[in-house]
């Protein structure tokens, strides 16, 4: 079966660095998403790692490590805006992407 | 940028009657996708779809859902006889072979 675990909900403040991981168990790993979800609205796509390493976009990097099965979602410079969910998901084969319950961010000024 | 669209963004029902949610995929993605979302919770595979059959399913898509491309571009997803359980926010998704998801606003059934 596949299980994902990450943290419920997280507080840091407007400005500051805030790191988010996801730990996964999974048969046929096949890429690792995190998607940002505002209250009432649709996921977001933010980042992909399938391969060992960091992925830098902006003020968004995700890290993955395929023998731990973790992966983290580093914001920076965090903006008010950035208070929502983020869900990590991994895609096992080619067909079927599992969603973790995902964390709340609450950015504080 | 191309976009997924879903019709309608909300559907009120009674309980026992059939429901059609429509979607259409960004128009060079082979594989769709839908999910729900249930109020709180977390975002829950449906059902994954290729080359015109389902390629995936989970055990929430029982013989009350069914999933259909009547066209080149619609993609709808049938629920046969609703049940208070099913009023979550259901998602539509497209993608190309291992590119993300990408997701539609959604349509929240609501059933009564």
């Known amino acids: 079966g596949q299980n994902i675990d990450q943290p419920t909900e997280m507080t840091a403040t407007e400005g500051a660095i805030v790191q988010i991981n996801c730990t996964y168990q999974t048969s046929g790993f096949n890429g690792l998403f995190w998607y940002q979800q505002h209250a009432g609205e649709a996921p977001t796509f933010l980042s992909y790692?399938?391969?060992?390493g960091l992925e830098e976009k902006g003020r968004f990097s995700s890290f993955l490590s395929r023998s731990k099965g973790y992966s983290y979602l580093l914001l920076k410079e965090l903006q008010m805006k950035d208070s929502a969910s983020y869900l990590c998901a991994v895609r096992s084969g080619g067909f079927k992407t599992i969603f973790g319950a995902g964390t709340r961010l609450f950015v504080k000024a | 940028e191309p976009e997924v669209t879903q019709t309608p963004s909300h559907q009120v029902t009674q309980m026992g009657q059939e429901v059609i949610l429509r979607c259409v995929p960004i128009?060079?993605?082979?594989?769709f996708y839908w999910y729900r979302q249930i109020l709180g919770q977390k975002v829950e595979f449906l059902v994954s779809?290729?080359?015109?059959?389902?390629?995936?399913k989970s055990e929430i898509f029982d013989d009350q859902f069914s999933v259909e491309r009547p066209d080149g571009s619609n993609f709808t997803l049938k629920i046969r006889s609703t049940k208070l359980e099913d009023s979550a926010m259901y998602f539509c998704?497209?993608?190309?072979?291992?590119?993300?998801?990408?997701f539609g606003n959604g349509t929240r059934l609501t059933v009564t």
């Open positions: 128009s060079n993605h082979l594989y």
């Open positions: 779809f290729y080359n015109n059959e389902i390629s995936e």
């Open positions: 998704a497209s993608s190309r072979q291992d590119s993300p998801l990408h």
């Open positions: 790692n399938v391969l060992d």
